[in-house]
């Protein structure tokens, strides 16, 4: 009964370096997201996919890229670090209702020096 | 887009007590939900409520969709209830949650 699994939990980059935040949901849902938390904030919505085979900008896009792989997973891709993204990383997943039975995973600690 | 703010920012309790949190939203809502994140990070969909009330255990909230706000209560409190609780809201067609910056619970013996 995994539900939303994000790999890594915990990574260090240096300024300039790439990775992918890979998500993963066993719930067979359709839409899926990535999130950003801060110190003292709410979660900030990044990209997301409301279906396979579609992704779409949310409130702080810069800076990132996704791939929705196939219906279960949704990476989330740093091409040039900036220690503006250091932060905490949510993978989200829902049914298609638009966040109403939502799912987070536990999160991805990323910090760029 | 559509504001949230929650009130209070921090909330400091003795193990028993009652509280009660609120959600102001600026704009007409599809989708109102509260979360709570523990300490560890993990976050957990308490209730989806846009509109009345609904209860679980010691926990309930209410929701005016008509004056543009939501309540979380709080029994009984004990120290697991600790954590961030955040209210996040969407608009019609909207696939983007608007989450509030939180209110920081600490439940001490």
């Known amino acids: 009964n995994a539900g939303v699994t994000q790999t890594p939990k915990f990574q260090v980059l240096k300024t300039g370096q790439s990775m992918t935040l890979q998500c993963a949901q066993d719930?067979?849902?359709?839409?899926m997201y990535w999130y950003r938390q801060d110190p003292g904030m709410g979660l900030r919505l990044i990209y997301y996919?409301?279906?396979?085979?579609?992704?779409d900008k949310g409130e702080v896009p810069n800076g990132y890229n996704v791939s929705r792989l196939n219906k279960r997973e949704f990476s989330l891709r740093l091409e040039s670090a900036a220690p503006s993204q250091t932060s905490v990383y949510f993978c989200?997943?829902?049914?298609?209702?638009?966040?109403?039975?939502?799912?987070f995973g536990e999160g991805s600690w990323l910090t760029v020096v | 887009g559509i504001q949230v703010e929650q009130s209070p920012p921090d909330l400091i309790l003795q193990e028993g007590a009652n509280s009660t949190l609120r959600c102001n939203f600026s704009?007409?809502?599809?989708?109102l939900q509260w979360f709570h994140q523990n300490p560890w990070g993990q976050l957990i969909n308490l209730f989806y409520?846009?509109?009345g009330t609904k209860q679980n255990g010691r926990l309930s909230a209410t929701t005016v969709a008509t004056e543009r706000y939501s309540l979380l209560y709080i029994s009984s409190s004990q120290t697991t209830d600790s954590g961030v609780y955040f209210c996040?809201?969407?608009?019609?067609?909207?696939?983007?949650?608007?989450f509030g910056k939180g209110t920081k619970l600490s439940v001490i013996p």
């Open positions: 989200a997943s829902d049914p298609g209702t638009g966040g109403a039975s939502i799912y």
């Open positions: 719930m067979n849902h359709n839409s």
């Open positions: 996919s409301a279906s396979e085979g579609t992704t």
């Open positions: 704009d007409s809502v599809n989708n």
């Open positions: 409520i846009p509109s």
């Open positions: 996040a809201v969407n608009g019609a067609g909207s696939y983007q949650l608007t």
